[in-house]
T-cell receptor, first 114, second 114 residues
Framework: AQSVAQPEDQVNVAEGNPLTVKCTYS??????LFWYVQYPNRGLQFLLK??????LVKGSYGFEAEFNKSQTSFHLKKPSALVSDSALYFC????????????FGRGTSLIVHP | DSGVTQTPKHLITATGQRVTLRCSPR?????VYWYQQSLDQGLQFLIQ???????AKGNILERFSAQQFPDLHSELNLSSLELGDSALYFC?????????????FGPGTRLTVL
């Protein structure tokens, strides 16, 4: 079975400060991991993914995520937050040998204060 | 713009009614997914079609059904509507069925059942 957890419902950060949105997962085999962002009244938008290879993955809009197998985590990071980064962020996982469908976390609301 | 289109954007109807939501995937994508997003349930996977065939089923009620047509567009039919069916319904598409490709989400249909 595959599952994903986003332990924080909301993350607050000041503009210009680094941000981290946390994600932990559980799979039986190898994980495929994804981050999506949802702006108000919009659909989810793909940010980045980890399939294999380098543990540090770079994505859109200056975001990156680090895959940590020992801690089963895939935290989303950005060195310097912008007010426009304020949105709902979803982590998703698919077990390589399991379901065709990724499991999405419940989402973390990121609020960047000016 | 993800390339996935959904119609209508908004739908207001009464309990007991039936509605049809329509989705056109990105050009070339064979796989279509339907999701329901509500505040209390988060993002729930409903059903997936791949090249016209049902591929995976999630938390889809018996009152709901879907299909994918030869031109690859998909429709989600919701019948005997209840107040609790009020939600955002998203369609997403991806190139293949069960691989590591990311999904591209449409803008959603907001359904309000009165």
């Amino acid at each position: 079975a595959q599952s994903v957890a986003q332990p924080e419902d909301q993350v607050n950060v000041a503009e210009g400060n680094p941000l981290t949105v946390k994600c932990t997962y559980s799979v039986s085999g190898n994980p495929y991991l994804f981050w999506y962002v949802q702006y108000p009244n919009r659909g989810l938008q793909f940010l980045l993914k980890y399939i294999t290879g380098d543990n540090l993955v770079k994505g859109s809009y200056g975001f990156e995520a680090e895959f940590n197998k020992s801690q089963t985590s895939f935290h989303l990071k950005k060195p310097s937050a912008l007010v426009s980064d304020s949105a709902l962020y979803f982590c998703a996982v698919r077990d390589e040998g399991g379901s065709y469908i990724p499991t999405f976390g419940r989402g973390t609301s990121l609020i960047v204060h000016p | 713009d993800s390339g996935v289109t959904q119609t209508p954007k908004h739908l207001i109807t009464a309990t007991g009614q039936r509605v049809t939501l329509r989705c056109s995937p990105r050009s070339g994508d064979l796989s279509v997914y339907w999701y329901q997003q509500s505040l209390d349930q988060g993002l729930q996977f409903l059903i997936q079609y791949y090249n016209g065939e049902e591929r995976a089923k999630g938390n889809i009620l018996e009152r709901f059904s879907a299909q994918q047509f030869p031109d690859l567009h998909s429709e989600l039919n919701l019948s005997s509507l209840e107040l609790g069916d009020s939600a955002l319904y998203f369609c997403a598409s991806s190139a293949l069925a069960g691989d590591y490709n990311e999904q591209f989400f449409g803008p959603g249909t907001r359904l309000t059942v009165l």
